[in-house]
């Protein structure tokens, strides 16, 4: 995933499409958007940065994780097995990025009753394990099916992507140059946050435009 963050404006639509999409609990938001400050006054810029589970090809998470429930698929994402989630929280002090959570009761927007939404997407065995962000697992899974490519089609593409109102964020294969988000990459500067720690994560921040672009 790629966020361009010319383009964010910080309007948080992508978290309430997260949370609407996972259902997940009041305090918990797999998708967020800092809000940060840059410079000193009177140079001071304002700047959106959206966060979340970067999918690290080389996850601290994963290293830690005593009972083997997280795992690295062939595709890139990191996943977690609630079967085997012991919800140690090893895994949450490991990742520099605060991308995963533990909640140790099943709880909704407007108190122990859930709303139909909320009903219809809710997971027990995300009680008591840790989760976070997926990629919209599911959907990427139903795209190998149905012969569709994730960051096309908009039904095999993550809630938030789909959602982003600036166009912010990119989604889809980097290993395959002809990707909306390879392409983006290879005309633009772009860092990666906390790469210096070797956990090469796969959300790209996407500040400018090359100079012989």
């Known amino acids: 995933m790629a966020a361009d963050l010319r383009r964010c404006v910080g309007c948080q639509t992508c978290t309430a499409a997260c949370r609407h999409a996972n259902a997940t609990p009041p305090g918990v938001q797999w998708r967020t958007v800092l809000d940060m400050e840059i410079g000193e006054f009177?140079?001071?810029?304002?700047?959106?940065?959206?966060?979340?589970?970067?999918?690290?090809?080389?996850?601290?998470?994963?290293?830690?994780?005593?009972?083997?429930?997280?795992?690295?698929?062939?595709?890139?994402?990191?996943?977690?097995?609630?079967?085997?989630?012991?919800?140690?929280g090893y895994c949450a002090v490991a990742c520099p990025y605060q991308a995963r959570h533990i909640v140790h009761r099943a709880a909704f927007a407007y108190g122990d009753q859930a709303t139909q939404s909320e009903a219809a997407r809710f997971d027990q065995k995300r009680v008591s394990v840790a989760t976070k962000c997926t990629f919209c697992r599911e959907r990427i899974d139903e795209a190998k099916e149905r012969g569709l490519i994730p960051g096309v089609d908009p039904e095999v593409t993550p809630a938030c992507v789909n959602s982003c109102i600036a166009g912010a964020l990119t989604f889809g294969d980097r290993d395959d140059p002809e990707s909306a988000v390879s392409r983006l990459l290879a005309e633009t500067l772009h860092f990666r946050m906390h790469e210096e720690l070797g956990t090469d994560p796969g959300m790209y921040y996407v500040w400018d435009r090359k100079s012989d672009q």
Not at 47 to 64: D, Q, T, Y
Not at 67 to 88: F, H, M, P
Request: with cysteine; hydrophobic share 30%; glycine share 6%.
């Open 42 to 88: 009177p140079e001071v810029k304002r700047a959106f940065v959206p966060a979340g589970c970067m999918h690290c090809s080389e996850p601290p998470c994963m290293e830690v994780c005593p009972s083997t429930a997280t795992r690295k698929r062939d595709d890139g994402l990191v996943t977690i097995d609630y079967d085997l989630c012991i919800g140690c």
